[in-house]
Every structure is written in C-alpha cells, then in structure tokens.
C-alpha cells in the first residue's frame, strides 16, 4: 500500500496560473522526490528535498517540506500547457535496510488550459 | 549519456504464461529498482538490488514474481504463469546509491504488460 496521500486528485488551471500541489506522509524519512509524469511515458524527476531543509527552488518549481505535519507542496508558478502531467511525491524512508526505496503518492493530476 | 532503458515496451500475455521484463540502467548506477504502477495509481516498490545483490524484495506480491542482476548492471524481472492482476506497468529506475540523503532514481519508460 501506498504511503502518501496527495491533494488535490486533479486540479484544472489556465496558462499563466499558479498550480500548488500537496503531499502528506506516515514514517520518517531521509527526502522527499516530486516525480511528473506524462501520460503514458516513464517518471521524470524534478526536484528533491532533504528532510533537514525547508523550501528549494528550480526554475518555476518551489517545494516546501515541513517534517512536523509530515508534508510537503509543490507549486508550479506561470504554468505552461506543456506542464499538463500527472505529478507524484515520493518519500525515500531513513530506514537504512530500506535501501532508499520510494514511497509513491497517488498523483496529482494536472490539467493547464491554454 | 544514455538514460534507464526497458524493454519489451509493451507485452501482452495470455493468462498463465511467463513473461521476462529487461532493464538496462545507467552505466556505473550501483542501485536498481523495480515498481509496480496499476492504472491510475502510483508506482509501488517490488525489489531493490545494490550491485548484483538483492537487498529487499519484500514488494513481490507473489511467489510467481522473481527478479534477478546477475552482473550487477542489466536486471530481468520475471512473472510466471501471469494473471489478469499482474496487468500494469513495470517501471525500472538506477541510482548512483552515493549518499542516502540526495540519492535521485532515474526511470526508465517503463513496460505496459497486458494479461488477457
């Protein structure tokens, strides 16, 4: 079974909106990964925060990360058409036996309107 | 250079065939990983390899899933006598495995099985 949760399921926006993503988890954990997806293709990787920090930026992604509530968002500023995926939080556990296996979210699935 | 690969990318079986899923990861990358995502979910961990070992396999849903990295670099996953819920895509990802806390796995396309 899956660890996380993420809110909303879907969400609908216009180009040039922003899109705020949200993840919840269980365990302690060592990071978190935000993964897209395009339909039908392979995980990309887009950003990873390490249990002991608070916020990291790239480009037009800004990711929080808070261990007290066990959670953590993505918001994807300025969004393109291009940005239309599924998004995923994945935490990789501080269990060391775990090897850094992930545990997936079930997905945000994003929807940009040009 | 060249990124995780998989193949076949696409396989259909009929039900209670066997069916071997390969995966080439990145050249040097001492993790190997293997999920499970069913439609409309996220991906689930089945196994995780460090060099030709394999470390955790307690994702296998079934003794009819096997997996194997005989060489520490290509990994096989291998269904036998495949059911309807085996169905889903089998994503393999590497990982330089270098320092725990900033350790990215990267995907490979994945392998969309279909058992009729």
């Known amino acids: 079974s899956q660890q996380g949760e993420e809110d909303p399921q879907a969400l609908s926006i216009q180009e040039g909106e922003n899109a705020t993503m949200n993840c919840s988890y269980k365990?302690?954990?060592?990071?978190l990964q935000w993964y897209r997806q395009n339909s039908g293709r392979g995980l990309v990787h887009l950003i990873l925060i390490r249990s002991n920090e608070r916020e990291k930026h790239s480009g037009r992604l800004r990711v929080t990360l808070d261990t007290s509530k066990k959670s953590s968002s993505l918001l994807i500023t300025a969004s393109r058409a291009a940005d239309t995926a599924s998004y995923f939080c994945?935490?990789?556990?501080?269990?060391?036996?775990?090897?850094?296996?992930?545990?997936f979210g079930q997905g945000t699935e994003l929807s940009v309107k040009p | 250079g060249a990124g995780v690969s998989q193949s076949p990318r696409y396989k259909v079986a009929k039900r209670g065939q066997d069916v071997a899923l390969r995966c080439d990861p990145i050249s040097g990358h001492v993790s190997l990983f293997w999920y499970q995502q069913a439609l409309g979910q996220g991906p689930e961990f089945l196994t995780y390899?460090?060099?030709?070992?394999?470390?955790?396999k307690s994702g296998l849903p079934s003794d009819r899933f096997f997996a194997e990295r005989p060489e520490g670099s290509v990994s096989t996953l291998k269904i036998q006598r495949t059911q309807q819920e085996d169905s889903a895509v089998y994503l393999c990802?590497?990982?330089?495995?270098?320092?725990?806390?900033?350790?990215?796995?990267?995907f490979g396309p994945g392998t969309r099985l279909t058992v009729l």
């Open positions: 990802a590497s990982s330089l495995a270098r320092d725990r806390g900033t350790d990215t796995q990267y």
């Open positions: 390899f460090q060099n030709e070992a394999q470390l955790d």
């Open positions: 994945a935490t990789a556990t501080s269990l060391y036996n775990q090897g850094g296996k992930l545990i």
């Open positions: 365990t302690s954990i060592n990071n």
